[in-house]
């Protein structure tokens, strides 16, 4: 789930604060309606952290064995809204021991007795519904062993906080802030005593949402992969619930299910792992095979455009494309400049990626994580595809603007191979030039041609151009291609310079090769990557080079090395666990 913390106006800040402090007032739930069935899933490794003292909260660590989670200072808003919404509960109980219950529960009732009156940063709609979904799918857990005065205490706060949900569901933001506040209540509906007379609104107001959010096609206007699973694990959710309380479940909320499941499937690489886009990830292990399978859709879309990303697939080798125009206005708060941009996976093991969202690391890494530098895609003169505009001064929030308005795409198959053929005019209006982006995946998925171009298409672009040639005094419109790599990939310059080679750890060995018209070389980069404790060190690829003409031509080629096998036995551990990631040193 994303680490980012939307701001929120002024005067729905004042009604959260309200209609909190008016929630200690209400009456009490006092027992379950059903016998709730967890849904979210936690990390084992994660759960032993916790339980040693290592506060893992978006990105932040900090180390306090034998210390309460409340008693600890947030560092920022990201801290606390992550441990505010009790996703680790999911962790605690995925070890499910006598410690790991002793754990959860004394947290627990710390919150009740600092936060549970309405007062604290944790009363917001999104924070409630997600509180709420956490409580009731780990109530059997939580409520082993209590005394009858402490139950009493846990039913008495959710009922509280599900009385505010209700009241202030229609402040949570537009998007998944929404859909999390309205699951929170279904679920609260369908299991408290005397709440059920929430569902029903609940359910009106999801079945808008879904009209409202999810377009024809099974996308978002954020056009962020894992912000679409994470909705979408919400609508499985709800409908499981509604199903097991013996509800009928509304043909438009199963509908929204079946179109976001095809469109997921084409976000997933190879590996499983989500396509890294505007400021989305690539999902915690498993959550995406888990969402799929809890949705008993099968269909998928053949290899083509889904919310505005073209998928290539052939033998291990999967290609994702950004290749759509970008969010605009309020969807674009979390956009990157990454049109044509591009990610490659080899059966468990990414090589091409974009850098990612740096938003856990700070407002320094988030706005360099949204730049086109930090994409595999050609970057012109230094310049971004798409600009930040000023922040709000109401929200500090920053919408992305003067991005490509056509993007024109064609996906065909040549006499070997499955082609990708996109354009952007992003660079018309500062240098007059159209870029293109050409991709040929063979059917066996070993080899891949590329082919990037900076076109000058008609008279007016033409002028435009030799405007900026002449800014340059005649040297050329400088441009970088760069192919950012996995670090978990080793890339070493082979054959004098000509060719780069990588290892990945499944043993398999690709060549990256150009046609000798750019300068090519091997430049330090970093992977975002939610969960660390700082950004991770790795590669870049750069090919680099001047435009002098109306139109340039940049030939390149990843293929597997000749003697790498058909079929790899790709039996070597991840290292993406928690644990290793708290055994970096993260100074």
Request: charged share 25%.
């Amino acid at each position: 789930m994303s680490t980012a913390v939307p701001a929120i106006p002024r005067s729905t800040r004042f009604l959260n604060r309200l209609y909190a402090r008016f929630s200690a007032q209400q009456r009490a739930a006092t027992a379950f309606v059903s016998q709730p069935e967890p849904r979210t899933v936690g990390s084992f490794a994660k759960g032993r952290q916790l339980i040693g003292g290592n506060l893992l909260f978006a990105g932040t660590l900090i180390e306090a064995p034998g210390t309460s989670l409340w008693a600890v200072d947030a560092p920022d808003t990201a801290f606390e809204a992550d441990r505010q919404g009790f996703g680790w509960l999911d962790d605690l109980a995925a070890i499910g021991d006598r410690q790991a219950r002793h754990t959860a529960q004394t947290w627990l009732f710390d919150w009740i007795d600092t936060y549970g009156r309405g007062t604290g940063p944790g009363w917001t709609p999104d924070l409630a519904g997600r509180r709420i979904i956490r409580w009731i799918n780990h109530a059997i857990f939580l409520l082993r062993g209590l005394e009858r005065e402490d139950s009493d205490r846990f039913y008495r706060s959710l009922a509280r906080q599900t009385w505010f949900l209700n009241k202030r569901r229609q402040g949570a933001l537009p998007g998944l802030p929404r859909f999390e506040a309205l699951t929170g209540l279904i679920f609260a509906g369908l299991s408290l005593e005397g709440m059920e007379a929430l569902t029903d609104p609940a359910m009106q107001a999801m079945l808008r949402e879904c009209d409202a959010q999810i377009d024809s096609q099974g996308g978002l206007a954020t056009r962020n992969p894992e912000e679409l699973l994470e909705v979408f694990m919400l609508l499985t959710w709800s409908a499981a619930a509604l199903q097991e309380a013996g509800r009928w479940v509304p043909a438009p909320h199963l509908a929204a299910i079946e179109r976001i499941a095809p469109t997921l499937r084409t976000l997933r690489h190879a590996d499983g792992g989500l396509a890294r886009f505007h400021g989305g990830g690539r999902g915690l292990e498993g959550r995406l095979d888990h969402a799929l399978a809890a949705s008993h859709v099968t269909q998928r879309h053949a290899d083509g455009l889904a919310m505005g990303y073209a998928r290539l697939s052939a033998g291990r080798t999967s290609i994702i494309v950004d290749a759509s125009e970008l969010p605009t206005a309020k969807a674009s708060y979390n956009a990157h400049a990454s049109t044509l941009a591009m990610e490659l996976t080899s059966g468990r093991r990414p090589l091409l990626v974009n850098c990612g969202s740096g938003v856990s690391f700070g407002p320094d890494w988030r706005r360099a994580g949204r730049a086109t530098p930090s994409h595999s895609v050609l970057c012109l003169d230094g310049y971004s595809s798409a600009r930040l505009a000023e922040p709000e001064k109401s929200t500090g929030r920053e919408a992305m603007v003067d991005g490509p308005d056509y993007v024109p795409i064609e996906i065909s198959e040549a006499p070997d191979a499955v082609r990708f053929q996109g354009g952007h005019n992003a660079y018309v209006k500062t240098h007059g030039l159209t870029a293109a982006r050409t991709l040929e995946l063979t059917f066996d998925g070993r080899g891949l041609a590329g082919e990037d171009m900076l076109l000058a298409m008609d008279d007016a672009d033409k002028r435009r151009f030799d405007k900026a040639l002449d800014a340059t005094r005649l040297d050329g419109v400088r441009f970088d291609i760069r192919f950012h790599l996995h670090p978990d990939v080793d890339a070493s310059v082979d054959l004098g310079g000509a060719a780069i080679s990588l290892a990945l750890k499944s043993g398999e060995i690709w060549v990256f090769r150009h046609d000798g018209t750019q300068d090519l070389s091997l430049q330090a980069s970093v992977f975002l990557e939610k969960g660390r404790l700082k950004p991770r060190a790795t590669k870049q690829i750069v090919l680099s080079g001047r435009a002098m003409e109306y139109a340039t031509r940049i030939r390149w080629s990843l293929s597997k090395a000749q003697d790498t096998a058909i079929a790899v036995r790709d039996l070597r551990m991840d290292d993406r666990d928690i644990a290793d990631t708290l055994a970096e040193d993260p100074y």
